[in-house]
């Protein structure tokens, strides 16, 4: 116990530093759904994914994926059904940052869609990977 008294600071230093080697583990799980931009074209390539743009219709045309339908946020439980009729096929959701489509894979989910996944850092993380960007 002396010695725990003698030495706090040194194990307060030794716990903090630990905790810094810890967080990017800790913080990555919290986007465990997340697809990087290169995932998210394997899936569509490979599976023929369908790419589903929550933004609204004004963000839409100002720039999406490739091939992506537009349903807004808004609008998803009425309308997705519509737009990706088979539900074992996997959906990638899409938004400008990543939050929107994040909040869409739950409503994807409770209508029974089996591999739906949101895009990590939305349309911004697409751009960064110099992936192509369609405007309407």
């Keep these: 116990m002396k010695f725990l008294i003698d030495n706090w600071m040194l194990i307060a230093v030794a716990l903090a530093s630990g905790g810094m080697l810890f967080w990017p583990m800790i913080s990555s799980g919290m986007n465990a759904g997340a697809l990087s931009a290169s995932a998210a074209v394997q899936l569509i390539n490979r599976e023929k994914a369908v790419v589903v743009d929550v933004c609204e219709a004004s963000e839409f045309a100002a720039g999406h994926v490739t091939g992506a339908k537009n349903v807004p946020l808004s609008e998803l439980e009425g309308k997705l059904p519509g737009v990706a009729k088979n539900k074992a096929v996997p959906l990638i959701l899409v938004c400008a940052s990543g939050a929107r489509s994040s909040r869409a894979v739950a409503i994807a989910k409770k209508l ?21 960007i369609e405007k309407n």
């Design 112 to 132: 029974g869609y089996q591999q739906v996944q949101s895009l990590g850092g939305g349309i911004k993380a697409w751009k960064e990977a110099n992936l192509p």
